[in-house]
């Protein structure tokens, strides 16, 4: 258990294996709105949510994960932090779910489309076309964003909102609405002083 850059909330992770990374970061901090219920997929620990609730981005959180170990650590901190009224953790994989919200967002260590670096994207993109999500938004890297842009265009029929290229552009984050808006893009080194005040100036 480690405390979080948001004060009085804790964070349970494995102490080896997949622990959470910058990217958990960035993204919860450029999700644009407020929602009322919002799905994570692959929730992890329950980073990404932490801040999102921190930043009272949404009332309730439908977190998927299908790892056991970190599915109990997920468990671990929602109880710790006595956030039972707001989170919801969901053990399984999302080929036949259906989760109703208005926002669901990923950063998705599965799906790469590359040997070693997860498994197959179509039941993902199943999930998502199942459910019509009328906000996405997500973190991955460049080769898998154009996969999802051509099918949350093709398929989905949304417009991009925000668009953020970091880590010398090996990451990008999107966020998809069915709203017609101007976007809005922005650069993020990584490490920079932007990025030390994400994890340390938040309420």
């Not at 590359?114 to 993109?125: E, N, S, V």
């Not at 552009?169 to 922005?186: H, V």
Request: hydrophobic fraction near 45%.
């Amino acid at each position: 258990m480690e405390p979080t850059f948001h004060r009085g909330l804790w964070v349970v992770q494995p102490m080896r294996g997949y622990r959470f990374s910058v990217d958990s970061v960035i993204l919860p901090h450029v999700i644009e709105g407020h929602f009322v219920r919002v799905v994570e997929l692959g929730a992890g620990c329950g980073i990404m949510a932490l801040q999102l609730f921190a930043h009272e981005r949404a009332l309730q959180f439908y977190l998927v994960e299908n790892d056991k170990v970190h599915f109990e650590a997920l468990e671990m901190t929602i109880a710790v932090n006595e956030l039972q009224p707001w989170f919801y953790p969901i053990f399984g994989d999302v080929a036949e779910m259906r989760i109703d919200a208005d926002l669901v967002y990923f950063n998705p260590p599965f799906g790469r489309g590359r040997p070693g670096k997860g498994g197959p994207i179509a039941p993902f993109l199943r999930f998502l076309e199942r459910n019509k999500y009328a906000e996405v938004a997500y973190v991955v890297p460049p080769e898998l964003d154009v996969i999802l842009s051509e099918f949350l265009v093709g398929r989905m029929h949304l417009k991009k909102e925000v668009q953020v290229w970091y880590k010398r552009g090996t990451r990008i984050i999107k966020q998809w609405s069915k709203e017609k808006a101007a976007p809005k893009r922005a650069i993020v080194e990584v490490p920079s002083d932007q990025v030390e005040q994400m994890y340390w100036d938040c309420p």
